[in-house]
């Protein structure tokens, strides 16, 4: 059974950046495709990135692509997203996720693991 504890979450003013991190316990991130996903009030959960167990192939969701960037340190078998240049739009309480190592997938449905989340807030 995987464990995941999201952190780093806060206030931002916009333009400005923030670093999330998703600490692992129960199982090497490097085994599992990690996801960030994020949910804004009143809507679905949605996709942001992921990073692939093997190969560490990585996809955006056009929305954050060439603002956030996702990472993984297998010593510290932790995933960090660090988020650039937010936008008020981005606010939403965010979620890291673990699918299996193999997954290329980016519906929630495909994860398996879910963290508890960290609230993202970016003022205009």
């Known amino acids: 059974q995987v464990q995941l504890v999201e952190s780093g979450g806060g206030l931002v003013q916009a333009g400005g950046s923030l670093r999330l991190s998703c600490a692992a316990s129960g199982g090497r991130v490097s085994m599992y495709t990690m996801g960030w996903f994020r949910q804004a009030p009143g809507k679905e959960r949605e996709f942001v990135t992921r990073i692939t167990g093997s190969g560490g192939s990585t996809y955006y969701a056009d929305s954050v692509k060439g603002r956030f960037t996702i990472s993984r340190d297998n010593a510290k078998n932790t995933v960090y997203l660090q988020m650039n240049s937010l936008k008020p739009e981005d606010t939403a309480v965010y979620y890291c996720?673990?699918?299996?190592?193999?997954?290329?997938?980016?519906?929630?449905?495909?994860?398996?693991?879910w963290g508890q989340g960290t609230q993202v807030t970016v003022s205009s």
């Open positions: 996720a673990a699918a299996p190592g193999w997954a290329f997938t980016t519906t929630p449905s495909g994860y398996n693991y």
